[in-house]
């Protein structure tokens, strides 16, 4: 591991600590070093706050503020070079004198998108930009979606039977598949927490009227929505016709990230339109003999599996 890849590692872990409140804005973390030693650090805490880079700096003891002249910032996003609620960190970079800057990646958001890097360029200061990128990208990779595909990042979800079977043909109140157990819920929930929207099919609220909440979790819960071309009565949520509705409105709305919880139907609509990024595929013990089909993914890879006692949970990416 070289000396960059280092101290880059110590920003992720400092960015996930904005996890909870830095939304909509990415979570970010910044790292001062002079030498061998830090000096300063921080992360972006709250949206509308200061970001990871200026916390970072305002670290650093007076006694070690000369040393900045001296010294790398290593920050694991592009600094912003605007004025939004706060001012933009490229300048502040500049203005402390340090000499060198090392990036993990760059801020696809349309007023950054490589101008700080260019404003810290033209400054003379020595700008490294790639470390784990890719790690990088995955720490955000809401906010990635979101700024470069103009849509939200779109997480498939649902629990299926080891003979693939997602539900009862009659499904109805008392006659229910029942595949999760206890752990797989709380997943479940805490799933939901880490994402802005989730939705499902008319006919799931029809016949399970779901809560869709984090009660086995702590957290937000996500804004309810449903794919349905009329509102169904005494159910709140956000209503959209259409698949392609849905993703152009949540987009427009501002929701960057959207779990689709929906039945067979409402899980198809969404893969064979190629609008999912991942899936997570619950496969429990029990044997349907008949029923729902589970849905059938494209073009795929598994990233990994964990079990939750008998039941294995599969994290799958779209290619």
Same mark, same amino acid.
């Given at each position: 591991?070289?000396?960059?890849?280092?101290?880059?590692?110590?920003c992720l872990q400092l960015?996930?600590?904005?996890?909870?409140?830095?939304?909509?804005?990415?979570?970010?973390?910044?790292?001062?070093?002079?030498?061998?030693?830090?000096?300063?650090?921080?992360?972006?805490?709250?949206?509308?706050?200061?970001?990871?880079?200026?916390?970072a700096l305002a670290s650093?003891?007076?006694?070690?503020?000369?040393?900045?002249?001296?010294?790398?910032?290593?920050?694991?996003?592009?600094?912003?070079?605007? !004025?939004?609620?706060?001012? +933009?960190?490229? $300048? #502040?970079?500049?203005?402390?004198? /340090?000499? @060198?800057? *090392?990036?993990?990646?760059?801020?696809?958001?349309?007023?950054?998108?490589?101008?700080?890097?260019?404003?810290?360029?033209?400054?003379?200061?020595?700008?490294?930009?790639?470390?784990?990128?890719?790690?990088?990208?995955?720490?955000?990779?809401?906010?990635?979606?979101?700024?470069?595909?103009?849509?939200?990042?779109?997480?498939?979800?649902?629990?299926?039977?080891?003979?693939?079977?997602?539900? !009862?043909?009659?499904?109805? +109140?008392?006659? $229910? #598949?029942?595949?999760?157990?206890? /752990?797989? @819920?709380? *997943?479940?929930?805490?799933?939901?927490?880490?994402?802005?929207?989730?939705?499902?099919?008319?006919?799931?609220?029809?016949?399970?009227?779901?809560?869709?909440?984090?009660?086995?979790?702590?957290?937000?819960?996500?804004?309810?929505?449903?794919?349905?071309?009329?509102?169904?009565?005494?159910?709140?949520?956000?209503?959209?016709?259409?698949?392609?509705?849905?993703?152009?409105?949540?987009?427009?709305?501002?929701?960057?990230?959207?779990?689709?919880?929906?039945?067979?139907?409402?899980?198809?609509?969404?893969i064979d339109r190629g609008?999912?990024?991942?899936?997570?595929?619950?496969?429990?013990?029990?044997?349907?003999?008949?029923?729902?089909?589970?849905?059938?993914?494209?073009?795929?890879?598994?990233?990994?599996?964990?079990?939750?006692?008998?039941?294995?949970?599969?994290?799958?990416?779209?290619?």
């Amino acid at each position: 591991m070289s000396i960059d890849e280092h101290y880059m590692r110590r920003c992720l872990q400092l960015a996930r600590n904005g996890f909870q409140h830095a939304r909509p804005n990415p979570m970010v973390g910044a790292v001062v070093v002079c030498g061998e030693r830090i000096i300063g650090e921080g992360y972006h805490v709250r949206c509308g706050e200061g970001h990871a880079e200026v916390n970072a700096l305002a670290s650093v003891r007076p006694s070690d503020e000369h040393l900045l002249p001296e010294s790398t910032i290593y920050v694991s996003l592009e600094p912003c070079a605007h !004025y939004g609620k706060t001012p +933009p960190c490229a $300048r #502040l970079i500049v203005e402390k004198r /340090l000499r @060198r800057c *090392v990036v993990g990646c760059i801020d696809p958001f349309s007023k950054v998108q490589g101008r700080g890097i260019a404003i810290l360029r033209e400054a003379g200061i020595d700008v490294t930009v790639g470390v784990l990128e890719q790690e990088c990208l995955d720490l955000n990779k809401h906010f990635m979606t979101y700024h470069r595909f103009h849509r939200p990042f779109i997480t498939l979800k649902w629990a299926e039977t080891s003979d693939g079977f997602i539900g !009862y043909a009659d499904q109805c +109140p008392g006659h $229910r #598949l029942t595949i999760s157990n206890s /752990l797989t @819920r709380m *997943v479940c929930h805490q799933r939901r927490t880490e994402h802005d929207a989730i939705l499902v099919g008319r006919h799931t609220v029809m016949t399970d009227h779901p809560r869709l909440d984090v009660r086995h979790w702590h957290g937000d819960a996500p804004l309810r929505v449903v794919l349905a071309h009329n509102e169904v009565d005494s159910y709140p949520a956000l209503y959209f016709s259409s698949v392609e509705e849905a993703v152009r409105g949540l987009y427009d709305r501002g929701v960057q990230s959207l779990l689709v919880e929906g039945g067979r139907q409402t899980l198809q609509s969404f893969i064979d339109r190629g609008l999912w990024d991942e899936a997570f595929v619950e496969t429990g013990p029990s044997v349907a003999g008949e029923g729902v089909c589970s849905p059938v993914l494209n073009e795929h890879e598994l990233v990994g599996t964990t079990f939750y006692g008998s039941n294995r949970m599969a994290w799958i990416k779209h290619r």
